[in-house]
Every structure is written in C-alpha cells, then in structure tokens.
C-alpha cells in the first residue's frame, strides 16, 4: 500500500548507457514531479506533470525526457548517461498547486561509472 | 534558480535539548511546509503554514509563518534520539499560481542527537 513507489531503489551503470527510473502513486493526486538530490543533500526539481500535461520543466539537459502515460505514473528516461547524472532522484505527487505538501516516493540512487 | 537559505547547516546537540532552526528568502511566500528526511528515504512532511504569523504545532514540533512572509521557523522541544535526520523547509512562492506551482527548498538542517 506504497503510496508513492519508485524503481528501481538503486541503479549503477556505465557511462553512455540508457536507463529509465518508473514511478507510480495510489494517492489518486493529479501532480507529479522529478527531483534531484544532490551529494550536497539539495534538492532541485527538474519536471512535473499535471494531469498528463508537462507543466515544470527546469533547466535539464536534454538527455533527460520525462513521461506521464496517466496521472498515477510519472517515468524518467535518461540518454547517455554522464559522471555528473549520479545522484539520487526522488519523484513526488501532489494534487494540483501542491501547497498541501507533496508526498515523496523512497528515492533512486543512480551511480554512473 | 530562487533557493531558500536555511540555517544552521548542522546541528550536534544532547538528547533533551531544545532545537531552532530557520529559513529565509528574499521574495514573498504564500506557504511555508517543514519536511524531514531519514537516510535512504524521501522527505516526509511535519508541518505546513499557510498564512503569515502562523503557528503551527506537531507533538514536539513547533513551526512559526514569519509576519514579513519572508521566512519560517521550526523549534523541536525535548529532542530525542530518533530526531536525527535532515530537515528541509520548502516554499510556494507569491508569484506561482495554478497548476505550476512548485515547492522551493531550503538547503536543509542536518541534526544529530547524542543520547
């Protein structure tokens, strides 16, 4: 009964490949969003989704392509993968204007090699 | 892009002790929440403001709206051992609106308590 279920936990891979991070949350809320932890324990957001539609989309490289096939699920995908990708990235839900708080999934930690 | 300032960075204290620890920003926010990360988990939310002069509290928690709407507070009475992890305070700034509202936050607050 996760509320906000990301996969895989933990991710190492080499430089240049693909992967792609899922998430998916039973909160019946209609935002979603990818952050990004850094080693220094910041937090940056990179997308959100509401209802499908693309509605954040900060300063990423263009390697990184969010997708929304419904509103319980929000996946990351990343193209060739660099050093400086390593980090751990969280994905979220809230309903929208998010100012009741949003709900954080467990995080995934991607180590590239 | 816009970042809270929060303060202090990190904090040793003795199990027992009171804790504070604050946020500002240079821009005017309509919400102000309070969150707390356990290693290898996500931020989990304690409190949410939403409206200057606020006070908010949760068992020992206790979170303050600043009047200017420029800055939040969190005090944590009588610390105990499992208060330990890393405390982020987050924002919705004035000038989002609708669906594109996003959370700003803080650089977060590492507390650790020495039974």
């Known amino acids: 009964d996760t509320a906000v279920s990301q996969t895989p936990k933990y991710l190492v891979t080499q430089m240049g490949n693909d992967k792609s991070i899922k998430c998916e949350q039973n909160?019946?809320?209609?935002?979603m969003y990818w952050y990004k932890q850094d080693s220094k324990k910041f937090l940056k957001i990179m997308f959100s989704?509401?209802?499908?539609?693309?509605?954040i989309n900060e300063t990423v490289p263009n390697r990184f392509s969010p997708k929304s096939p419904d509103k319980a699920h929000l996946n990351l995908h990343i193209n060739s993968l660099e050093l400086g990708d390593s980090a751990v990235y969280f994905c979220?839900?809230?309903?929208?204007?998010?100012?009741?708080?949003?709900?954080f999934g467990s995080g995934t930690r991607l180590t590239v090699v | 892009g816009q970042q809270l300032n929060q303060s202090p960075q990190s904090m040793f204290i003795q199990e027992g002790e009171d804790v504070s620890m604050n946020c500002t920003s240079s821009?005017?926010?309509?919400?102000w929440l309070w969150y707390k990360q356990d290693p290898g988990e996500g931020p989990v939310l304690l409190i949410a403001?939403?409206?200057?002069?606020e006070l908010t509290s949760n068992g020992r928690l206790t979170a303050q709206f600043g009047i200017t709407r420029k800055d939040s507070f969190l005090n944590i009475s009588a610390s105990i051992p499992s208060d330990v992890g890393i405390y982020f305070c987050?924002?919705?700034?004035?000038?989002?609106?609708?669906?594109?509202?996003?959370?700003?936050f803080g650089t977060g607050t590492l507390l650790a308590v020495q039974p």
């Open positions: 979220a839900s809230s309903l929208t204007g998010g100012g009741y708080g949003y709900t």
């Open positions: 909160l019946g809320h209609d935002t």
């Open positions: 989704y509401n209802n499908k539609e693309l509605i």
């Open positions: 821009s005017i926010f309509n919400t």
């Open positions: 403001l939403y409206k200057a002069g």
């Open positions: 987050a924002g919705r700034p004035l000038n989002y609106g609708g669906a594109t509202n996003k959370l700003i």
